[in-house]
């Protein structure tokens, strides 16, 4: 059976831990994730079939409604982006950059998704919460149309739940820039 995600930001540690517990209770989930983010907010992934996952989290939302951030469901989430999350994926230094960065963790695992899925591009690094003051960056890579495609359908989801700090695709960064990253 496939696996939907679903991932939730609260700005308190303690309310976070409580509702983690709350979800776990609430539906046949598992947890991926639960800890401490940057700066002093509380990040909670959670898997299994996506009516659980959606039950779990619109129970979090609405039993700790003044404390939620951010909440996203994924259904269908693409498999560079689960790689991209846990560390483990390899992206290409070549062709073109693009970068889409939100203020939370949630918007950015999503925009991630919808810009891999958008057109034929490899996401080269997604960074979420820590050390970077709470907020989320994905970098991607590709042929600058694609990624430019990309970028734009990421970064407008972002703006549509208020969440997009800002985004930029170089077309072609230079040779020390991909050393550097």
Not at 32 to 38: D, Q, R
Not at 48 to 54: F, L, N, P
Not at 114 to 143: C, F, H, N, P, Q
Request: net charge negative; charged share 20%.
């Amino acid at each position: 059976m496939f696996k939907a995600i679903g991932v939730i930001e609260l700005k308190s540690i303690p309310k976070g831990v409580e509702a983690a517990d709350s979800a776990l209770k609430s539906a046949g989930i598992e947890m991926v994730s639960s800890h401490p983010s940057c700066p002093g907010k509380y990040e909670i992934v959670l898997t299994g079939a996506i009516s659980d996952v959606t039950v779990a989290v619109e129970h979090v939302k609405s039993r700790f409604d003044g404390y939620v951030i951010d909440a996203s469901v994924m259904g269908r989430i693409d498999e560079q982006v689960i790689r991209a999350l846990f560390g483990t994926q390899v992206g290409s230094r070549s062709g073109s950059l693009g970068l889409i960065e939100t203020f939370s963790a949630p918007s950015a695992i999503k925009a991630a998704d919808i810009a891999v899925k958008t057109s034929k591009v490899e996401i080269y690094d997604l960074r979420v919460s820590r050390g970077m003051g709470g907020k989320g960056v994905v970098m991607i890579t590709g042929d600058v149309g694609d990624v430019t495609a990309a970028v734009e359908a990421g970064a407008n989801y972002a703006k549509s739940v208020s969440t997009l700090s800002s985004f930029t695709v170089i077309p072609a960064p230079h040779e020390e820039l991909w050393k550097q990253m």
